[in-house]
């Protein structure tokens, strides 16, 4: 059975940062592409970061311009895991974060809340 379980959230002052991390089980990430989205209410949800299928820990990685050279998302082959480590964050970068997994079809987790202010 695929599940995707999202942790680390909380809240942090800007500056701040925290490590998401996305608990997989059913699948290994390491053969399919892994995101972690983010959404607001009254918003659409959006693309943070992506690691590409890759095995031995490689993946490409691609991120949303709002993100780079802040955000470096990472995948742990051993313990089948993805994580997103946000450095500097801002407030706008509060929201509800989920990852997903591009399955045969798409994968989510439950999220878990980042909430960024003073």
């Known amino acids: 059975q695929v599940q995707l379980v999202e942790s680390g959230g909380g809240l942090v002052q800007p500056g701040g940062s925290l490590r998401l991390s996305c608990s997989a089980s059913g699948f290994a990430v390491s053969a399919y592409d892994v995101s972690w989205y983010r959404q607001v209410p009254g918003k659409e949800r959006e693309l943070v970061a992506t690691?590409?299928?890759?095995?031995?820990?490689?993946?490409?990685?691609t991120y949303a311009n709002s993100v780079k050279g802040r955000f470096t998302i990472s995948r742990d082959n051993a313990n089948n895991r993805v994580h997103l480590q946000m450095d500097s964050l801002k407030p706008e970068d509060t929201g509800l974060y989920y990852c997903k997994a591009s399955l045969w079809r798409d994968a989510w987790g439950q999220g878990t809340q980042v909430t960024v202010e003073s």
């Open positions: 690691i590409h299928r890759g095995l031995r820990g490689g993946g490409t990685t």
